[in-house]
């Protein structure tokens, strides 16, 4: 059974950081590109950064770059996104998600294969 478990999100004032983690289970973690989106209420869930299987090459929205930066370590079954400079608009639930491919990055949700139950960040102004 794979799971996908984020942790790491909580209430912080703009400018400030986090970290998210997602920790990997039941499946091969390094046959897999991993993936984080976010969700904010009433809209739809949107692409934030991407990490290949052997963290080799990586991808960014727009909004985050040079912001956020997405890492794995393979030994441990983990993706991190490091959130800094956060900012009232990056409020969503933030997801992780497993493609199963280790060739190119996708930006399209539909593309990967699971999912985590995500966790809420508030960057409060």
């Known amino acids: 059974q794979v799971q996908l478990v984020e942790s790491g999100g909580g209430l912080v004032q703009a400018g400030a950081s986090l970290r998210l983690s997602c920790a990997a289970s039941?499946?091969?973690?390094?046959?897999?590109?991993m993936g984080w989106f976010r969700q904010a209420p009433g809209k739809e869930r949107e692409f934030v950064a991407a990490?290949?299987?052997?963290?080799?090459?990586?991808a960014y929205a727009d909004s985050v770059k040079g912001r956020f930066t997405i890492s794995r370590d393979n030994a441990k079954n983990t993706v991190y996104l490091q959130m800094n400079s956060l900012k009232p608009e990056d409020t969503a639930v933030y997801y992780c998600?497993?493609?199963?491919?280790?060739?190119?990055?996708?930006?399209?949700?539909?593309?990967?294969?699971?999912w985590g139950q995500g966790t809420q960040v508030t960057v409060s102004s």
């Open positions: 998600a497993a493609e199963r491919s280790i060739v190119v990055l996708r930006r399209d949700p539909s593309r990967y294969d699971y």
């Open positions: 039941g499946l091969p973690f390094s046959n897999y590109n």
């Open positions: 990490v290949k299987w052997n963290g080799g090459s990586t």
